[in-house]
């Protein structure tokens, strides 16, 4: 069975936010601060109301109160305080599109501005180590004594590595199209990876009862994160909507979306590594500098991927933020796994020449018995078993290991690996299976952003009801549906496949229909060390003459228990994979140090990867059997396919070039610089 | 202004705004939502549609200047309600994940099929080339997919090229 | 974008005739309709001139005349073009993306503005844009901006490929306007920036580009090489159109070298045509040339990669192309 949904994706009919047909729709454009600190000293909105067509000025002049305790990022208006360039401060709702944008240009805004701070170090006077790192990890953790370690290593190194400013860009702008009816009532469709929560912010921004509000969100194009909590289009779509007595739609451009819709902080890590002479750890310490707006503390994972990966006598882990004057990060693709994981792989990558080891070899020779920050018992750990499988398939044990011997005309030929991981996780959901003309209709507030969560649900049925699976209906993106978590974390099959497979089984016992709440039963979840895993092997081509570095190989090997469905299995892993190609050689998002805010707003100068850059890209993975994670033996494959994919590129260019290049992306210039 | 389009055979006469996008002219007031808007300045690919039987990114198209053309979009590839050939490869080799790039890669696609001549990647240039696998990639690259299903867009495209 | 009056020409004299305060001439609009859309480019009344009949490639005696309104894909699958001047139509193909070349015109890629950062963003200041408003380049994002030709007011670069190509191939330009017929050989049709970097090139208002006429190719081998970090649709970081004849001797006969990605202008490298013509065809003359070329570099600290990536490119262009 292909993607149920393939036939209205290919012939152009299926519905994103601001595709509904709506009468009578209005259209909404945001206007953006244009200092990085400081407040609005006054917003004139007489010019652009004079424009015919031009419906209204929304801004902290003019603006209807929102909650108390909304979140800063959406509390659009309520304060004169501009806490990053670019931050919402005012949006005109006109009749037509061209119309409200052209108003928008009209709007003045007056500010008294303060003297900013963009700029993250790993010295910056301001760091701090938060309580809590995201999801609710704790900060640090530390086992053993890492100076004691790294006094007896035979080998050890200490390297510090960068990654910059990244943006999730799905192809869909963020976009929100509102309207309220005759009882008080919001019906939005939004750009969003989880309607339950999306319904819950827009309810509580807005005070208003969580039933009062309703939010639609079938097809969704592309999140990677940045749609997994509510962006600020929602709330001034219902705002405006209020406002006019209209339905009101808005699109984010996408310059705005850079400003607005989350990102990945930049990071600064140092990685501390020391090996004996067997080829054991006895020390490892990761330590992330990371960066968070003065509105919101959000702290990224970045090292606590160091808690699950290596035995490690000593172990310390940490992070340390700094609150700059810039937009709140986000949730990007493997949060805290994908950057933190960049610096240990390439760490382990160095560590192994230091020591003379093979890449590979090193990586298994240090594989716990127990997750080695815990102590817990694994449900599964396969890592050997890819690496083994990766290695076989790559040809690994042919390699010569001495960097930048390989030559073929200018071009420097390397190959290079890297380990994956992902976190397992499963949140209560609920689900409910009815019959419909002789066939089943499974109904729940999931999300499908593309991962085709439509059809695997519908597998996932048809297995416990014994029928075919496209004798099943999946219907979605709903938050009239009952209730369900997020597309995120790699958690939504795990979550939503649970509640479905329970509300089946409900079903054979009744006959006609079956509801399932799985609270209880996640409730009662063994502790276990629960995770997926998997080994990437790159090779690139490196030009002596350019620079330019182009991926030849790409493969990925992942263990991540039962794959529900292999044909979506592998599309997923693939982009991720393709994904950290372009964290590895092009995404970067540069911040404006003299006017705050961000450069490279677009997707001219915001390189993701494009057709012609991920041309040999492979994943494939083993037959995993894991009974402790859910009813179908699943692990989440959203995010593991981009951790570790930058490490094993940037080994394979060390081991083209002979040169180890610490900050991402490995750009052409950075090689050059290398040899004047 | 008033402008006439034949929009998948169907001649449309619209009162419209000079300012506004072939692009937006077809998503806001035509009702076609299959032309897709991801950037809105000729840096993704999304809204690409068929004019006068080129591909053309429609978001960079005034609407005022493509008075007369003919254009077609994702809607008008399937005739009669019969797949065009794309579509079912897209839909056989998976060849997209959340579907947003997808009209405008299938548009693009149909396009490219049609074009004449070499590539970037052309090694000699006097010779129209087959269409090999690194031919359609680089043929493709104005079409960004960020789910990235590049692989299997190629594959989906190959298999119709045959 | 600000309302706008459109109208379309129907000849180029009516276009020209047409052309008063506040008018741009739209071509394929692929960069026009992109910095309207913007604010950078504020225009009250468009005439259209996609549709004139200058959308033909001829042969003229010797040489080729394309119309201006030729779109670029049309250019690059011309046989003509491909067969006497293969590195024009290389320069096209590694330009934009197959949508935008299917659309954009010849004179329009000429004319396309720079992609520096700063110029897009309204909001910052520019002196390209808002003379005298100040350049936050130099001190600020220059990464893939100028190194040759600069000034302390503005660092941009032209973004073409075609450009880098005709700038090789001694192309000549043929325009119209206010002021009569002229004809401006390339790399004349663009000016380095110095104090007036609003003015991207000689043209003056109301002038139109007609066509684009190629001499002669050139003898010897020829080949255009883009270098970018995204394996297409990207533009250049630096690009070469080269072309190299080697006499019996084994001394350059003649020699033509462009560079793109480093300059205001596509970048005519004349010091190191100078130094090869008449020298030995050698690893180290080319090197020597490109040194003698790049000495004029005025490198910032975060593009300062671009000197060695185009001595690189030249030397390696050149051993390529020597026999």
């Given at each position: ?10 012939t ?21 601060a244009?200092i ?18 031009v ?25 004169r ?22 108003a ?28 809590t ?16 370690g ?22 869909e ?26 319904r ?11 039933e009062?509000?309703?939010?639609v ?24 909507s ?36 067997e ?78 080891l ?18 817990l018992?694994f ?14 398939r ?8 001495t ?16 380990a ?35 059809t ?12 075919a699976?496209?004798?099943?209906h ?33 079903l ?39 620079g ?89 494959i959203?995010?593991i ?5 930058a ?30 | ?26 998503r ?5 939502i299959?032309?897709?808007?991801g ?26 200047a ?7 979009t994702?809607?008008?590839l ?6 065009h050939?794309?579509?079912?490869a ?15 890669q ?12 070499p ?14 696998p ?10 960004l997919?960020?789910?990235g299903a ?7 495209i190959?298999?119709?090229a045959? | ?12 004299a ?53 119309g ?13 073009i ?13 330009g934009?993306s ?27 200041p ?17 990464a ?8 302390g ?28 017929d ?9 000016r ?36 970018r ?12 159109a ?16 462009a ?10 490298a ?7 013509i ?20 005025r490198?910032?600290?975060r ?16 051993e390529?192309?020597?026999?």
């Amino acid at each position: 069975m292909n993607r149920t949904e393939g036939r209205v994706k290919v012939t152009g009919l299926a519905t994103y936010a601001a595709e509904y047909p709506v009468e009578n729709v209005a259209y909404a454009y945001a206007v953006q601060a244009q200092i990085a600190k400081g407040r609005v000293k006054r917003v004139d909105g007489t010019a652009a109301l004079e424009q015919p067509g031009v419906l209204a000025v929304l801004s902290c002049e003019a603006a209807p109160r929102l909650s108390g305790d909304a979140d800063p990022e959406l509390a659009l208006f309520q304060s004169r305080e501009v806490a990053y360039r670019g931050q919402i401060v005012a949006a005109v709702v006109a009749d037509t599109y061209e119309i409200a944008r052209a108003a928008a240009a009209a709007v003045r805004v007056d500010y008294d501005a303060d003297d900013h701070d963009v700029r993250l170090s790993a010295d910056h006077p301001g760091l701090y180590q938060p309580e809590t790192v995201n999801p609710d990890l704790p900060s640090e953790t530390q086992k053993g004594d890492v100076e004691e370690g790294l006094a007896r290593a035979e080998r050890s190194v200490d390297v510090t590595y960068r990654t910059p400013v990244l943006h999730n860009n799905p192809m869909e702008p963020h976009a929100a199209l509102a309207s309220w009816d005759t009882e008080g009532r919001l019906l939005v469709y939004d750009t969003s990876q989880g309607v339950t929560a999306s319904r819950a912010t827009i309810a509580q921004t807005l005070g208003l009862p969580p039933e009062q509000v309703r939010v639609v969100a079938r097809h969704v194009g592309g999140g990677f994160g940045s749609k997994g909590t509510t962006r600020p289009q929602a709330i001034l779509a219902a705002l405006a909507s209020r406002m006019v007595g209209r339905p009101v739609k808005i699109v984010l451009t996408r310059q705005q979306m850079f400003d607005v819709t989350g990102y990945r902080t930049p990071t600064i890590q140092r990685v501390r590594l020391g090996v004996d002479a067997e080829g054991r750890l006895t020390a490892l310490e990761h330590m992330a500098y990371e960066q968070s707006s003065t509105l919101v503390e959000f702290a990224e994972q970045t090292s606590t991927p160091s808690r699950v990966m290596y035995a490690a006598p000593a172990l310390r882990t940490g992070h340390r933020l700094v609150r700059l004057d810039v937009a709140t990060p986000s949730w990007m693709r493997a949060p805290g796994e994908c950057p933190g994981m960049y610096a240990l792989e390439s760490a382990m990558d160095e560590l192994a020449y230091a020591a003379g080891l093979d890449p590979v070899e090193l990586r298994v020779r240090n594989d716990p018995e127990t997750e080695p920050d815990s102590g817990l018992p694994f449900s599964s750990r396969n890592l050997v078993g890819c690496l083994r499988e990766g290695a076989h398939r790559f040809g690994w044990e042919h390699r010569d290991p001495t960097p930048g011997i390989r030559r073929e005309g200018e071009w420097l030929i390397g190959t290079g690996v890297a380990a994956s991981t992902y976190p397992t996780r499963r949140w209560p959901s609920q689900a409910v299976v009815t019959t419909r003309d002789g066939d089943f209709l499974v109904q729940l507030a999931a999300a499908d952003i593309g991962t085709g969560a439509r059809t695997v649900l519908a597998r996932i049925a048809a297995g416990v009801l014994g029928v075919a699976p496209e004798r099943v209906h999946v219907e979605l993106g709903d938050s009239d549906l009952p209730q369900a978590p997020l597309a995120g974390g790699s958690m939504g099959t795990a979550s939503w496949g649970t509640a479905v497979v329970r509300a089946c089984e409900e079903l054979m016992r009744d006959g006609k229909e079956g509801r399932a709440d799985t609270t209880e039963e996640i409730k009662a979840d063994a502790k276990l060390a629960r995770h997926a895993f998997g080994a990437q092997f790159a090779q690139v081509r490196v030009s002596s003459v350019t620079g330019e570095i182009r991926v030849s190989r790409l493969l990925g090997v992942f263990a991540a228990g039962r794959i529900v469905d292999a044909t979506l299995a592998r599309s997923q892993f693939l982009g991720g994979m393709t994904m950290g190609l372009g964290m590895a050689l092009m995404e970067e998002t540069v911040t404006d140090e003299e006017f705050g805010g961000f450069l490279h707003r677009d997707l001219a100068q915001y390189h993701v990867p494009a057709c012609a850059d991920a041309q040999h890209v492979e994943a494939v993975w083993l037959d995993e059997r894991d009974d402790r994670l859910n009813p179908m033996g699943s692990k989440g494959i959203g995010e593991i396919g981009i951790v570790g994919t930058a490490a094993a590129i940037g080994n394979a260019v060390h081991h083209a070039t002979g040169h180890r290049i610490r900050e991402l992306p490995i750009t052409p210039a950075k090689i050059l610089a290398l040899r004047p | 202004m008033n402008i006439t389009l034949q929009v998948n055979g169907v001649p449309r006469t619209v009162d419209v705004d000079p300012r506004i996008s072939l692009l937006d002219l077809l998503r806001e007031r035509l009702g076609l939502i299959g032309a897709k808007k991801g950037c809105d300045h000729g840096q993704c690919g999304a809204c690409t549609v068929l004019i006068d039987g080129r591909r053309a990114n429609a978001c960079l198209a005034l609407a005022v200047a493509v008075d007369g053309s003919e254009v077609t979009t994702v809607e008008g590839l399937a005739a009669d309600g019969e797949l065009h050939p794309l579509q079912s490869a897209f839909m056989e080799h998976d060849a997209f994940q959340c579907g947003y790039c997808t009209p405008g890669q299938l548009c693009s696609a149909a396009g490219m099929l049609g074009e004449p001549g070499p590539s970037a990647v052309t090694g000699d240039i006097l010779v129209d080339p087959d269409l090999t696998p690194e031919e359609i990639s680089e043929r493709m690259s104005g079409n960004l997919c960020r789910c990235g299903a590049y692989v299997n867009i190629v594959s989906a495209i190959g298999e119709v090229a045959r | 974008m600000k309302p706008f009056e459109y109208a379309r020409a129907g000849s180029t004299a009516e276009a020209v005739r047409d052309f008063g305060p506040g008018t741009m001439y739209l071509g394929g609009g692929t960069n026009l309709v992109d910095l309207m859309r913007l604010g950078v480019a504020e225009p009250e009344r468009l005439v259209d001139v996609s549709r004139l009949p200058l959308d033909g490639i001829e042969p003229v005696g010797d040489r080729v005349r394309v119309g201006a309104t030729v779109r670029n894909t049309d250019l690059a699958a011309d046989p003509l073009i491909r067969t006497r001047y293969p590195m024009l139509a290389r320069a096209v193909l590694a330009g934009a993306s197959g949508q935008v070349r299917n659309v954009a015109t010849v004179a329009g890629n000429l004319l396309q503005r720079t992609r520096c950062a700063y110029f897009q963003d309204v909001t910052r200041p520019c002196n390209k844009r808002r003379p005298g408003s100040g350049c936050p380049a130099v001190a600020g994002d220059h990464a893939n901006l100028a190194v040759l030709g600069t000034s302390g007011a503005c660092v941009a670069t032209h973004p073409s490929d075609m450009a880098v190509a005709l700038a090789a191939l001694d192309a000549q330009v043929h325009v119209t306007g206010p002021g009569g017929d002229r004809i401006i050989p390339m790399p004349g049709l663009h000016r380095l920036p110095g104090e007036e970097p609003e003015r991207d090139t000689v043209l003056s208002p109301g002038d139109l580009i007609t066509s684009v006429e190629l001499p002669p190719p050139p003898p010897g081998a020829s080949l255009y090489r883009k270098v970018r970090e995204r394996a297409s649709f990207a533009f250049a970081l630096v690009s070469i159109a080269a072309v190299l004849d080697v006499g019996a001797d084994g001394d350059v006969a003649d020699c033509r070298i462009a560079l793109g990605g480093v300059a205001h202008v596509p970048w005519r490298a004349e010091r190191a045509e100078r130094a090869l013509i008449g020298g030995p065809a050698t690893g180290e003359a080319f090197l020597q040339a490109a040194e003698a070329e790049l000495e004029q570099a005025r490198p910032l600290p975060r593009n300062a990669f671009k000197v060695p990536l185009a001595r690189n490119l030249i030397v390696a262009a050149l051993e390529e192309l020597a026999p």
